[in-house]
T-cell receptor, first 115, second 113 residues
Framework: TQLLEQSPQFLSIQEGENLTVYCNSSSVFSSLQWYRQEPGEGPVLLVTVVTGGEVKKLKRLTFQFGDARKDSSLHITAAQPGDTGLYLC???????????????FGQGTILTVHP | NAGVTQTPKFQVLKTGQSMTLQCAQDMNHNSMYWYRQDPGMGLRLIYYSASEGTTDKGEVPNGYNVSRLNKREFSLRLESAAPSQTSVYFCASQTRLSNQPQHFGDGTRLSIL
């Protein structure tokens, strides 16, 4: 079983601050996805990173995939109250076989941005 | 624009009762999944179905069974509910293409007393 360690588990910050969420594993993932989940709803995909060293930007969110494809980070610049939610990383691991989309999820980071 | 629909949204059971959670998707996706979400543990895969007619165990399958009724529907059954199965259950679907997102329903909140 592959494990994804996500940190921190909780983040409480003021509007305008920057933050970074980390996702680490001892296993190599073929791709890694970041999801955002709001209360009472299912997770919604933010981004997929596939190539080692890849950086993707989504407005104020920057996602990075580690060179060895074992870790990833999500950086939010100038956080806003609307960023509040649960952020989840999910790795797709398959050792040369077919993954069938079997994702391994991190524990999640609950982000609260105060006005 | 329904996407993935789960029923019921809430359920309370007594220990030992059985029930089936229903999931249907209208996106013509091949693969479907059942997860449970517990505080501090992210989502854990219970069972998945790579295509119609096939099912396979995920990380935490004990105490559950599934049926892929057709391409649209994938149900999860608890034969004899236990308090440890109190959780939020999510169904998801995905096209077979690589690196595509999983689309989730809004979850079923299940409490077992």
């Amino acid at each position: 079983t592959q494990l994804l360690e996500q940190s921190p588990q909780f983040l409480s910050i003021q509007e305008g601050e920057n933050l970074t969420v980390y996702c680490n594993s001892s296993s190599v993932f073929s791709s890694l996805q970041w999801y955002r989940q709001e209360p009472g709803e299912g997770p919604v995909l933010l981004v997929t990173v596939v190539t080692g060293g890849e950086v993707k930007k989504l407005k104020r969110l920057t996602f990075q995939f580690g060179d060895a494809r074992k870790d990833s980070s999500l950086h939010i610049t100038a956080a806003q109250p609307g960023d509040t939610g649960l952020y989840l990383c999910a790795g797709d691991y398959h050792a040369g076989g077919t993954s069938y989309g079997k994702l391994t999820f991190g524990q999640g980071t609950i982000l609260t941005v105060h006005p | 624009n329904a996407g993935v629909t789960q029923t019921p949204k809430f359920q309370v059971l007594k220990t030992g009762q059985s029930m089936t959670l229903q999931c249907a998707q209208d996106m013509n996706h091949n693969s479907m999944y059942w997860y449970r979400q517990d505080p501090g543990m992210g989502l854990r895969l219970i069972y998945y179905s790579a295509s119609e007619g096939t099912t396979d165990k995920g990380e935490v399958p004990n105490g559950y069974n599934v049926s892929r009724l057709n391409k649209r529907e994938f149900s999860l059954r608890l034969e004899s509910a236990a308090p440890s199965q109190t959780s939020v259950y999510f169904c998801a679907s995905q096209t077979r293409l690589s690196n595509q997102p999983q689309h989730f329903g809004d979850g079923t909140r299940l409490s077992i007393l």
